[in-house]
């Protein structure tokens, strides 16, 4: 087991193995002090025959249920948790403070039990999932279709950059290790040996099969010239290098998945109804301030331009200048630093060319890029670099504001002069992940938020109601997608169980409704039915889809109808008065209940003794089709529709397929009802 000083040589796993590179390796220095923290190279790798390794290890992925694979992903961040003081120890050689550490590696393994947990909560305990309702192609149902989704058969191949190494490995390893298929991973160089050390720690819990995560520490060679199309390629850093990685010959054609995280020029505004003094314009502020200083402006998600309406551009420039020049920047690993290092001195030189450029149309208001002011560390060391605003007031004239992003602590103030203007000039980025909206006024978010979303993956809207509980512009959260179009790559990552999808092939199947049944796992009308022993008085391990039972039918009367009423409360007019219901579009006169009708139909279908059915915890897809009136006699078909065992509990969901119908044969109710039932019972 490893202690918090990393190896001074990293290695890449590839074939099972821990590898040494062939050729010249490349120092990495620590960010804050300059001084060598590791060693880095891949040459000489066999990154073909990785490739194959990770294809066959797919198979014991695929072989396991969404639950299963849910399961050891809890085990793997639960003893990521652990140990992760050892990747804050490390993590301060980034140049990240404690705070900008928690973002990327509690946030990382955050993400992880966030899947691990969504996945059991939101998915079937299968190996196949199904997308979208039956569609039924022919009238007597002999005859049907369903979209599923399988896991591709190939790796996917995760290029990552250098501003998160835990959180940009793990978000991105959570849905592919979730959907069944196995991963490459390629850290960015300069901080890849915090990479290799949770790698490393990974590997060593044992959990995940041989082959199913692989590392590259350093040039990752030819490796894209052997994806195929069963593979899937990501990528996050420099708009240039993913369109040069987008382009290789092999994924183009191969038609390879590619998703890519680029260039984001965010844009943050303040709502012209967001005064100084307002609890919104004091938002603002502090939004502005943090997204600017955390992990030194480092995030893919920091806001880039700040818009704020011209008669508030004085208060809000000098409210930031203050801010700014307040910021202590120093050390990561001292209890006074704010703001840490960039991640290398090379890093620091691209944001002053980037700087530069700005200032082609935009004047720096506050800060001094050229020189650094820290409270402990060499300036000159480290990669050391103060908080710079920049003021634009000619948006023609500032194209470069809209074109180049300084990927550091760097912000430019832009005023407009009214909502429709704003979203003009958030346009001008030509996409981006994230922008944000301080406003209290519902009509000025309508008009802002439907302009900014066609060119955003996500919005965030603050205002003094959310101000505590908010998680701000700069967060990206497991369940929400992270990415966006045109400038900031076109992809899109997390979503919750959207994030799977990447990784999966969905396939349209055909057939009958009999074979479709056994493909997916889930009964479906004009498959085979069982009519024996009460379905109720079945354990999971004695259910079968398609057990079902037929009801004795109950008439409807107008007294029911009445008692119902008196006794809910419900006396809208349609139940209770004749000539009111029959002026009503839809009845004839006076109508049942809806949800009379579900309790009726519960009284029909269950068997009332104790026995393996433990509880009733919804109905799902709950619609009503027909009207039922006095006279009326109503039956249900229930049927075993799918089985949904927890795998790692006495007890699993099963979803019955519930059907009230008419004397006539007319359907008058259709839904899902979900009960909770023991795996045995000795009853």
């Excluded at 290790?177 to 991973?185: E, K, S, T, W, Y």
Aim: some cysteine; aromatic content about 6%.
């Amino acid at each position: 087991m490893l202690d918090a000083r990393q190896p001074k040589r990293l290695q890449s796993y590839l074939c099972g193995a821990w590898r040494d590179g062939r050729g010249a390796y490349k120092p990495l220095l620590d960010a804050a002090t300059g001084a060598v923290v590791a060693e880095i190279d891949a040459t000489g790798l066999d990154m073909a025959e990785a490739l194959d390794h990770g294809r066959r290890a797919g198979a014991r992925l695929r072989a396991m249920t969404v639950h299963e694979r849910a399961l050891m992903l809890k085990a793997v961040g639960l003893a990521l948790l652990e140990q992760k003081d050892d990747f804050h120890a490390l993590s301060l050689a980034t140049g990240a403070t404690p705070k900008d550490g928690w973002i990327d590696i509690d946030g990382g393994i955050g993400t992880l039990l966030n899947y691990a947990s969504k996945a059991r909560r939101d998915l079937p305990n299968t190996r196949v999932l199904t997308d979208g309702a039956v569609e039924s192609l022919s009238q007597d149902h002999s005859f049907s279709a369903r979209h599923i989704l399988t896991p591709l058969r190939g790796v996917a191949v995760h290029i990552n950059a250098f501003n998160f190494p835990v959180w940009g490995m793990l978000e991105k390893l959570a849905p592919n290790l979730l959907a069944g298929m196995p991963a490459i991973v390629k850290p960015a160089s300069q901080t890849a040996y915090l990479t290799e050390l949770v790698v490393r720690r990974i590997l060593a819990t044992g959990l995940l099969p041989e082959g199913t995560l692989q590392l590259v520490c350093g040039s990752i060679g030819d490796l894209l010239d052997h994806v195929t199309g069963q593979d899937v390629v990501t990528f996050t850093g420099s708009a240039a290098t993913g369109q040069m990685l987008k382009a290789h010959p092999a994924i183009i054609g191969n038609s390879t998945r590619f998703t890519m995280e680029a260039d984001s020029l965010n844009a943050c505004i303040l709502g012209p109804d967001a005064a100084p003094g307002s609890p919104e314009f004091d938002l603002f502020i502090r939004e502005v301030m943090r997204e600017t200083t955390a992990k030194a402006g480092q995030k893919c998600t920091a806001i880039r331009r700040v818009l704020v309406p011209r008669a508030a551009a004085g208060a809000v420039r000098d409210a930031l200048a203050a801010r700014m020049a307040k910021v202590v920047v120093g050390l990561p690993g001292d209890t006074s630093t704010q703001m840490g290092a960039l991640a290398s001195l090379a890093q620091r030189d691209d944001v002053r060319a980037a700087i530069a450029r700005l200032q082609a149309g935009a004047e720096i208001i506050a800060g001094t890029p050229d020189t650094v002011r820290v409270t402990s560390g060499d300036a000159e060391r480290g990669a050391f670099l103060n908080p710079v605003l920049l003021y634009a007031d000619d948006l023609l004239g500032a194209k470069a504001v809209h074109e180049v992003e300084a990927f550091g602590p760097v912000a430019t103030l832009l005023p407009y002069d009214d909502p429709a203007q704003a979203v003009e000039i958030a346009a001008l980025g030509k996409g981006s992940l994230v922008s944000s909206l301080f406003t209290n006024a519902p009509e000025v978010a309508e008009e802002i938020v439907l302009g900014l979303a066609p060119f955003h993956g996500r919005v965030m809207i603050g205002n003094r109601d959310s101000a505590k509980s908010s998680t701000g512009h700069g967060s990206p959260l497991p369940m929400l997608v992270h990415g966006g179009p045109g400038r900031a790559g076109g992809g899109e990552e997390l979503g919750g169980m959207r994030g799977l999808h990447h990784y999966m092939q969905r396939s349209a199947v055909q057939g009958t409704p009999r074979l479709l049944t056994a493909v997916t796992g889930e009964w479906m009308q004009g498959a085979e039915t069982r009519a024996d022993t009460h379905p109720f008085r079945k354990s999971l391990a004695e259910l079968r889809l398609g057990d079902q039972i037929v009801t004795a039918r109950r008439e409807i009367t107008l007294a029911d109808i009445e008692h119902f009423a008196a006794f809910t409360g419900d006396t809208f007019y349609a139940h209770m008065d004749e000539d009111a219901a029959r002026a009503n579009p839809f009845f004839d006169g006076r109508v049942e209940h809806g949800y009379l009708i579900v309790s009726f139909a519960a009284g029909l279908f269950v068997q009332p003794d104790p026995g393996p059915v433990l509880a009733n915890y919804g109905i799902d897809n709950l619609r009503f089709l027909t009207p039922v009136y006095p006279g009326d006699t109503l039956g249900v078909v229930l049927t075993c529709k799918a089985i949904n065992p927890r795998a790692d509990g006495a007890y699993g969901e099963v979803r019955w397929d519930c059907e009230v119908s008419k004397q006539d044969g007319s359907l008058v109710a259709q839904y899902d009802v979900l009960t909770m039932v023991a795996m045995d019972w000795a009853g």
